[in-house]
């Protein structure tokens, strides 16, 4: 009642709404939470990061690509993703054309004698407006033959100078000399696989692989160190067995990125924008980068 006369309760409430906003959802809070993380990020020198499978197409350059955009921006890291695969690598096809650069990694390696300083080096980069830089894989097959371990160790010297995380993005398998290499100096790996049993398996039983590398301190576990993506993953099916698996190989740190279309259509015509994807998506991304962010150092 408002001066004796009774009044419209459904126009009360509509007024009561312009005023109150609606409680944030779960979702919202939990995106929240992981925004702030992100944005908590921090590194005092340059961490490398592998990204690996024993498997192909699994998703390997897809993972390298998401997690260094989401480090460079909202995360604000200096970040360089290496197109490391010596079979023809497909890393630099995800940067829109108009910011790619014309230089690779061969002819980075071709000229790293000379090369100084970050301005000699910026024009072999490819930059994202998030800021993340790629460096291409070589596009000729006799300069792919020359990567050797000591020829890369060059580069990732290098870079390392400039970048608070360097993305390794590695060709299929874990026993291939540079694959090796870069594992062994690897402060984290993320091991990618599908969520088809078959896949994830092998990729379980190559876990412990990852471990027995370099000369890490034996303090050092598949939990400290590993990191698992499951791509592609079903958004209502059921991992507990592909998540049983690699906690029974001593994984615990796991991911599932879901598969989505407009996610997949986004990378194929590198018009890739993690703010236009949907919340679930946005958020299973969000949770990589600060699984990977937690171990920085």
């Not at 879901?258 to 994807?277: K, N």
Request: proline share 6%; net charge neutral; aromatic share 6%.
């Amino acid at each position: 009642m408002i001066d004796g006369r009774p009044q419209d309760r459904a126009l009360s409430k509509r007024l009561l709404g312009w005023f109150v906003e609606p409680a944030p959802s779960e979702a919202e809070r939990y995106e929240a939470t992981l925004n702030e993380r992100l944005c908590a990020a921090t590194a005092s020198r340059a961490n490398r990061i592998a990204l690996t499978s024993p498997k192909g197409g699994v998703g390997k350059t897809t993972c390298a690509f998401l997690l260094g955009d989401l480090l460079a921006a909202p995360a604000q890291l200096r970040v360089l993703a290496i197109d490391a695969n010596r079979d023809y690598g497909t890393l630099a096809s995800l940067v829109p054309e108009a910011a790619r650069a014309e230089l690779t990694l061969g002819d980075l390696l071709e000229g790293i004698e000379v090369v100084r300083a970050w301005t000699e080096l910026r024009p072999y980069l490819s930059r994202l407006p998030t800021g993340l830089d790629v460096l291409a894989a070589p596009a000729r097959a006799e300069t792919m033959a020359r990567m050797t371990p000591c020829l890369y160790g060059q580069v990732l010297e290098f870079v390392s100078r400039y970048y608070d995380v360097v993305l390794l993005d590695l060709g299929t398998g874990v026993v291939d000399p540079l694959a090796r290499f870069a594992l062994e100096r690897a402060d984290q790996t993320v091991l990618i696989t599908t969520p088809d049993y078959v896949t994830a398996e092998k990729a379980a039983r190559a876990a412990p692989d990852l471990l027995a590398v370099g000369d890490k301190a034996p303090s050092h576990t598949l939990a400290d160190r590993v990191i698992v993506v499951v791509n592609r993953a079903p958004p209502q099916g059921d991992m507990r067995e592909i998540k049983a698996a690699f906690r029974r190989a001593g994984v615990t740190r796991q991911v599932a990125i879901p598969d989505d279309q407009q996610l997949g259509l986004m990378l194929d015509s590198a018009t890739y924008s993690l703010e236009a994807l949907s919340r679930s998506v946005r958020t299973s991304i969000k949770d990589l980068g600060v699984t990977v962010a937690g171990r920085l150092v």
